[in-house]
């Protein structure tokens, strides 16, 4: 099957302007996580959805970052504007449901902020 | 989120048997073990999950502590594409968003 597609693979933007990554999950599966990666961290959830709907964004930092996920399928998250701070991998994972049992990654969208 | 403890990092040789220690105290009765890895330039990727039970698939065995307050993952012959972070989750299977948390993992290093 194939796997959960992520683009841009690379971004490097300057402080202030705004930026948007997309994520297509595989097929079928109901439930789609954002994560933020910095350096030298464990991933970090920003986000779940579960069909179209917001299950947790209590970690989304909601003056400058927004996520959507129209007709359940694939969803875009979008930084504006942008920080230093910002700068990290961006992941997307998806599961057929939020119990799992196991979620499936994209390879990321690596963001530099300078 | 209950709070899992690994070791920053742990280096093995190629083809010989790997054990990689987490620590998890605070573990609730309805707390699944879960494993993921990350490989360089990667997202993290599933290996394996239990609750009681040691358990096996083609990736690796997972060795759960009677008390269930600490588990091993066990790589049986390490190769140097096991090289990755690896992770150990606490997953709440009676919570509603069954989230996972990750910590900062062990970077595993496998020497030729």
């Known amino acids: 099957e194939a796997g959960v597609a992520q683009s841009p693979r690379y971004k490097i933007i300057e402080k202030r302007q705004s930026v948007a990554f997309w994520c297509n999950p595989i097929?079928?599966?109901?439930?789609l996580y954002w994560y933020q990666q910095i350096l030298g961290q464990g991933p970090k959830l920003l986000i779940q959805?579960?069909?179209?709907?917001?299950?947790?964004d209590s970690q989304l930092p909601k003056d400058r970052f927004s996520a959507e996920r129209l007709k359940g399928v694939d969803s875009t998250l979008k930084i504006q504007p942008a920080k230093l701070e910002d700068s990290a991998v961006y992941l997307c994972?998806?599961?057929?449901?939020?119990?799992?049992?196991?979620?499936?990654f994209g390879s990321g969208t690596r963001l530099t902020v300078v | 989120d209950a709070k899992t403890t690994q070791p920053n990092s742990m280096e093995s040789n190629e083809e010989e048997p790997v054990h990689l220690p987490c620590n998890h105290s605070?573990?609730?009765?309805?707390?699944?073990i879960h494993w993921y890895r990350q490989l360089p330039s990667q997202g993290p990727e599933y290996v394996i999950h239990g609750l009681t039970s040691n358990v096996n698939n083609r990736m690796a065995s997972l060795a759960i502590a009677e008390d269930r307050k600490s588990s091993t993952l066990i790589l049986h012959r390490a190769t140097l594409r096991d090289a990755a972070v690896y992770y150990c989750?606490?997953?709440?299977?009676?919570?509603?968003?069954?989230?996972?948390?990750f910590g900062k993992g062990t970077l595993l290093t496998v020497n030729p």
């Open positions: 989750i606490l997953r709440d299977s009676g919570g509603s968003n069954y989230k996972l948390t």
């Open positions: 994972a998806s599961s057929l449901a939020p119990q799992g049992p196991g979620y499936t």
């Open positions: 605070t573990i609730s009765g309805t707390d699944y």
């Open positions: 097929s079928g599966h109901a439930t």
């Open positions: 959805f579960q069909n179209n709907g917001v299950v947790d």
